[in-house]
């Protein structure tokens, strides 16, 4: 089957099910995480997996395009596709001018760069008074062409269309000349060179996708939420986790970072509500007095960061190459 | 005057205080089979550096098909019809065979397609059809050797600049890549070789400049080359029986 129509037919399964499985609030918030933590590590992937470039400061996009948009709308009055636009604009300028800085640094040192990068733009957006310092943003009721933003479901939407925008882009590069270009950069960027390949220019061109695309995330993100602030926009904690979600995955394989955030996000979900824990103490496998007990139920739900970093140790020592890796046939 | 393609006008290049190469001057003309050797760290590597945009020259001109090119990037020297292969093979690992050459051909070309198309014809040439959908990776160093050069003609070079393309082959394999670049050479491109198999290199070229310490030691054709005394010290060492 073509990836075409099963990009199709996934996006098809996806936009039904809010119907299918009702409005539950809960189910659909889980659901915008998977969405977007799938759609923000696929466009990572674009230049992460694809051009072997490690991004360890895609949060500054992400960020980029939520304060953006929030400014834009609480100071300005745009309305939030505008806000989304002013944020695409801005996350760009900033990918432009970090890729002519750290482009020119190969490897380790690169991934240092943008962290570096990174932190400039949070300890910045921590420190301006625009940005609202370490208040944050706070956003008050929002609609757009009388559609009332205050449903989960239009962001259900909004993050869906993205993911399947970013796949088609993958799935357009990888039978292109750019995708193979950014293919030969991430293998050898001498032979690369050598064989009239711009370096600069490819790698700043997946910068620029990549960095557009997370920004929307981000600006979906902002007005879903109503509230942002460095922490939880801008941090580390988030660049890192994007990279994971694709490693565990699968880097450079289309399906690979939707795979990954169908496995954490709902993972970390269910070890941070300590479902599991409550069940078996509610349902007397373990008492509810006995050591273990309490373990299971007080302890572990603090634990979950704990659980979570054991199992992506896990993925990384027994599947290096991501879940999708384990079914990609040895050609 | 007569029109060189290359043309290497005191070109010198300096790490820090080490001197690589020192003032070095000489013409390559069309469709000539030029070689280049010398001792180890005579400075042939180095000097290919420079030539392919990969190093700055410390001093002098490199004039590639009338245009000085010392100031340019390797993607852009490539795109004026000059391609190098690696001394130390670069196959792109995870890519296929085939792909590692489409991506050469992607310099002539914008599609897919037609890329597939020159790199199958390129494949045939150099006799790794069979290989096409192995990853680049999985090759012996031989049929690596090959893939190099199938990816370079998959440019459509002018000039080829070839870095030890026979070093580390047998007998049987060294043959069947200077088949190869005799053909090439017959369709109208320019080689300049890199090479310390003298035998190979006596076999092939039109004309060889040594190299010794970064300093040109001799240049002429290479019956004149291998009786040259220098020469043969440079390479054997005075009065040894090598």
Known sequence: MKQVTIIAIIAGIAAVLPLVTGESPYFIGVMISVLMMAALSSAWNILGGYAGQYSFGHAAYFGAGAYTTLIMISTFNFNPLGGMVAGIIVACIIALVTGSIVFRLRGHYFGLASIAVAEIVRLSALNFEFTGGAQGILLSDVSLWGVDLNSKLPFYYGMLLVLVVSLGITLYMRSSKTGFYLQAIREDQDAAASLGINLSFYKNKALLISAALTSVLGSLYAVYIRFIDTSAVLDLRLSIEIILTAIIGGVGTLWGPAVGAVLLVPLAEVLRSNVIGEALVKHGIVSEKSGLGIFFKDNLAHAHVLVYGIITVLCILYLPKGILGLFRRTK | ?242
């Open chain 2, 1 to 242: 005057m007569i029109e060189h393609l290359l043309h290497i006008n005191h070109v010198c290049k300096h790490f820090g205080g080490n001197v690589a190469v020192s003032d070095i001057s000489f013409s390559v003309d069309e469709k000539q089979i030029f070689g280049l050797i010398g001792p180890n760290g005579a400075g042939k590597t180095t000097l290919f550096n420079c030539i392919s945009g990969f190093f700055p020259v410390t001093s002098g001109d490199i004039i590639f098909d009338n245009k000085i090119i010392n100031k340019l990037r390797p993607d852009e020297v490539c795109h004026l019809g000059m391609a190098r292969t690696w001394q130390r093979v670069k196959p792109l690992g995870s890519l296929t065979v085939l792909e590692n050459v489409m991506i050469g051909a992607f310099s002539i070309t914008n599609a897919t397609r037609k890329a597939e198309e020159i790199a199958f014809e390129q494949l045939g040439l150099v006799g790794l059809s069979d290989y096409a959908t192995k990853p680049a990776g999985s090759l012996s160093i031989g049929l690596k050797k090959k893939l190099e050069l199938a990816r370079v003609l998959a440019t459509r070079p002018k000039m080829l600049l070839l870095d030890e393309i026979c070093g580390g082959l047998n007998l049987t394999e060294t043959d069947t890549i200077l088949d190869i670049i005799r053909e090439v050479r017959r369709k109208g491109a320019t080689i300049v070789f890199i090479e310390h198999d003298m035998k190979a290199v006596t076999a092939i070229c039109d004309w060889i400049v040594v190299l010794n310490s970064g300093e040109k030691l001799a240049e002429g054709r290479p019956e004149e080359i291998t009786r040259n005394p220098d020469v043969i010290e440079a390479y054997l060492g005075g009065g040894q029986n090598a």
